[in-house]
T-cell receptor, first 111, second 112 residues
Framework: DAGVIQSPRHEVTEMGQEVTLRCKPI?????LFWYRQTMMRGLELLIYFNNNVPIDDSGMPEDRFSAKMPNASFSTLKIQPSEPRDSAVYFC?????????FGPGTRLLVL | AQSVTQPDIHITVSEGASLELRCNYS??????LFWYVQSPGQGLQLLLK??????LVQGIKGFEAEFKRSQSSFNLRKPSVHWSDAAEYFC??????????FGKGTRLSVIA
């Protein structure tokens, strides 16, 4: 299996622009997680899905953040409008049972 | 509250020396424990995990970890470190298919 796939790997944008991060989980996995990694706060959960349904989005920082999972093989995390404090590495992970497998991450820089 | 503490922010060891990275957790339910490694600019790779059974678990790249319930610890060890082990190491706790709670990480440097 190709593992969890994320795109883009790097994104540089200007404040106020819309950013869309994409994730393709491992085939057959029914859980999908979005995490954010920053120097100050470490790795934090943003939202997670089970069978394409959002289960817990309490980690989503503001209404500027939204996530969708239209089918079992695709999820998006959108930031609109983006702000410099959103600069971070965003990871997607998927699992079938107890073990989460992580994608390579998207490094986002908002200028 | 669920939490993971990795008391060492940065550790430097000589190549060939032994290594122990500390991890303590606080978790209300039966913990599922994990160690992940992150090389610079890369994602998180699973090193090993503990769910139940034998408290000494073996992982990839020659790593092992021991679960000690009485100490709420899950320390990572390696008998002989290689230069390629230089990376950041994260301990995490969860319970089944729940989000993981991560420690702040320990950065490992390896010197010749």
């Amino acid at each position: 299996d190709a593992g969890v796939i994320q795109s883009p790997r790097h994104e540089v944008t200007e404040m106020g622009q819309e950013v869309t991060l994409r994730c393709k989980p491992i085939s057959g996995h029914d859980y999908l997680f979005w995490y954010r990694q920053t120097m100050m706060r470490g790795l934090e959960l943003l939202i997670y899905f089970n069978n394409n349904v959002p289960i817990d989005d309490s980690g989503m920082p503001e209404d500027r953040f939204s996530a969708k999972m239209p089918n079992a093989s695709f999820s998006t995390l959108k930031i609109q409008p983006s702000e410099p404090r959103d600069s971070a590495v965003y990871f997607c992970a998927s699992s079938q049972r107890e073990t989460q497998y992580f994608g390579p991450g998207t490094r986002l820089l908002v200028l | 509250a669920q939490s993971v503490t990795q008391p060492d922010i940065h550790i430097t060891v000589s190549e060939g020396a032994s290594l122990e990275l500390r991890c303590n957790y606080s978790y209300g339910a039966t913990p599922y424990l994990f160690w992940y490694v992150q090389s610079p600019g890369q994602g998180l790779q699973l090193l090993l995990k503990y769910f139940s059974g034998d408290t000494l678990v073996q992982g990839i790249k020659g790593f092992e970890a021991e679960f000690k319930r009485s100490q709420s610890s899950f320390n990572l060890r390696k008998p002989s470190v290689h230069w390629s082990d230089a990376a950041e190491y994260f301990c995490a706790v969860g319970s089944g298919n729940t989000p993981l709670v991560f420690g702040k990480g320990t950065r490992l440097s390896v010197i010749a």
